[in-house]
């Protein structure tokens, strides 16, 4: 059921609060005033909801990136103006057509991208965003090749603006070499003409004013979570946007010396109280979450214990004899910041909300 009070009875809901969005978006932007941005919302803006992340954000942000057609078509819909980009640009020569249509902003980081765009019939010319490949070595062109091209499609018909993007590789490390050597090789091509340029990730929005440009693409700060394994959301100044939250369902005293779930691989060396909890890995949580991941039971950490399950995990209660079936679970989100359970599970805070599965309901608040 998903109305009203009765959300309040949901096992397991993730609750997503839209005016935290709204306020990380204004740190994004007090971090470099005057600049543009593109509100990164790819995979259903990192498992919150992409549609209503874009509504929230519908009269401040200057655009929206997105990884794919499909998802730039979702952004298009609700929002008539704004620009949006595609990261990694099109996939097949007819997509062209479809983004001319849909008024993106394409990536170009091949070269058969570059001559699909040329041979292209649009309808209108498209904003372009040669990629260049700084030292990720994932995507983007050689800097000789970035130059070749710029030449080529400089004044094309199919092109209107020709900008210039890269990505860091290691903007979370602060002090790294490898950015400072990207930043230098962005740099180098700033004799060509560009209309607009893009680098900074969340990371580089914090951290790295020389890398600003003109339009930053911040993603995981938006949702309340830190790129940095050693400063929390809460030293940057964002807030968490999602919290996921589920019942504990059912409470037993077992024996010193007894297993607990599958395989019985946690095993209670003391007379222990065990928590059931209505949240498992077929709703995102990580399997390989240890024992000792921390889980907030009505306000207070307990450890999860055992393996996860697809449906229930296990947390162990002893040291909580006050909690009851039907207490409030938090598996993360306002008061357990998703980036320590990250850690925990040997994951990063972006994997886990972005792995939310579809049958956890989203509800929405806007403070
Ligand atoms: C996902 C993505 C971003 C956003 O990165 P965050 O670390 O989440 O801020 C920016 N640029 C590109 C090219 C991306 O793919």
Redesign the pocket.
Same mark, same amino acid.
């Given at each position: 059921m998903k109305t009203g009070d009765q959300w309040l009875n949901c096992p397991l809901v993730a609750t997503i609060d839209l005016s935290a969005i709204a306020h990380n978006y204004a740190v994004a932007q007090r971090c470099a005033p005057g600049r543009q941005v593109f509100a990164?919302v790819?995979a259903n803006a990192y498992g919150h909801g992409a549609r209503e992340v874009v509504t929230a954000l519908h009269d401040v942000a200057d655009g929206f #990136?997105v #990884?794919s057609l499909e998802e730039a078509a979702e952004v298009r819909a609700l929002h008539g103006e704004a620009r949006i980009l595609l990261?990694q640009g099109c996939f097949a020569a007819q997509d062209y057509l479809f983004a001319a249509q849909l008024g993106l902003d394409v990536v170009l980081h091949t070269e058969v991208q570059a001559q699909q765009l040329l041979a292209a019939q649009l309808a209108r010319p498209l904003n372009v965003w040669l990629k260049l490949d700084s030292g990720m070595h994932r995507l983007g062109f050689s800097a000789e090749a970035l130059r070749e091209w710029h030449a080529r499609l400089n004044g094309a018909a199919q092109v209107a603006e020709l900008n210039l993007l890269s990505?860091f590789a290691c903007a979370d490390e602060r002090g790294s070499e490898v950015t400072e050597l990207q930043l230098e090789r962005f740099l180098d091509l700033l004799d060509l003409d560009f209309a607009q340029r893009s680098l900074a990730?969340? #990371?580089a929005i914090l951290t790295i004013p020389a890398a600003h440009m003109d339009w930053l693409? &911040?993603?995981?700060?938006l949702y309340g979570a830190t &790129?940095f394994a050693d400063l929390s959301a809460a030293e940057l100044g964002v807030r968490p946007a999602m919290s996921l939250t589920a019942q504990l369902i059912a409470c037993r005293d077992i024996a010193s010396g007894e297993g607990v779930g599958y395989g019985g691989t946690w095993r209670a060396e003391r007379a222990s109280r065990i928590g059931t909890v209505s949240c498992g890995y077929a709703d995102g949580y990580p399997r390989h979450a240890p024992s000792g991941t921390p889980v907030l039971i009505n306000g207070q950490r307990v450890p999860l214990v055992g393996r996860v399950s697809m449906d229930m995990l296990t947390v162990d209660l002893t040291d909580m004899p006050s909690a009851r079936e039907g207490d409030a679970v938090e598996l993360w989100g306002a008061q357990l910041p998703v980036d320590e359970v990250a850690q925990a599970a040997g994951t990063i805070g972006?994997e886990l909300l972005s792995k939310v599965t579809a049958r956890v309901p989203r509800r929405y608040r806007h403070g």
């Amino acid at each position: 059921m998903k109305t009203g009070d009765q959300w309040l009875n949901c096992p397991l809901v993730a609750t997503i609060d839209l005016s935290a969005i709204a306020h990380n978006y204004a740190v994004a932007q007090r971090c470099a005033p005057g600049r543009q941005v593109f509100a990164v919302v790819k995979a259903n803006a990192y498992g919150h909801g992409a549609r209503e992340v874009v509504t929230a954000l519908h009269d401040v942000a200057d655009g929206f #990136a997105v #990884a794919s057609l499909e998802e730039a078509a979702e952004v298009r819909a609700l929002h008539g103006e704004a620009r949006i980009l595609l990261l990694q640009g099109c996939f097949a020569a007819q997509d062209y057509l479809f983004a001319a249509q849909l008024g993106l902003d394409v990536v170009l980081h091949t070269e058969v991208q570059a001559q699909q765009l040329l041979a292209a019939q649009l309808a209108r010319p498209l904003n372009v965003w040669l990629k260049l490949d700084s030292g990720m070595h994932r995507l983007g062109f050689s800097a000789e090749a970035l130059r070749e091209w710029h030449a080529r499609l400089n004044g094309a018909a199919q092109v209107a603006e020709l900008n210039l993007l890269s990505h860091f590789a290691c903007a979370d490390e602060r002090g790294s070499e490898v950015t400072e050597l990207q930043l230098e090789r962005f740099l180098d091509l700033l004799d060509l003409d560009f209309a607009q340029r893009s680098l900074a990730n969340s #990371a580089a929005i914090l951290t790295i004013p020389a890398a600003h440009m003109d339009w930053l693409r &911040p993603g995981i700060m938006l949702y309340g979570a830190t &790129p940095f394994a050693d400063l929390s959301a809460a030293e940057l100044g964002v807030r968490p946007a999602m919290s996921l939250t589920a019942q504990l369902i059912a409470c037993r005293d077992i024996a010193s010396g007894e297993g607990v779930g599958y395989g019985g691989t946690w095993r209670a060396e003391r007379a222990s109280r065990i928590g059931t909890v209505s949240c498992g890995y077929a709703d995102g949580y990580p399997r390989h979450a240890p024992s000792g991941t921390p889980v907030l039971i009505n306000g207070q950490r307990v450890p999860l214990v055992g393996r996860v399950s697809m449906d229930m995990l296990t947390v162990d209660l002893t040291d909580m004899p006050s909690a009851r079936e039907g207490d409030a679970v938090e598996l993360w989100g306002a008061q357990l910041p998703v980036d320590e359970v990250a850690q925990a599970a040997g994951t990063i805070g972006y994997e886990l909300l972005s792995k939310v599965t579809a049958r956890v309901p989203r509800r929405y608040r806007h403070g």
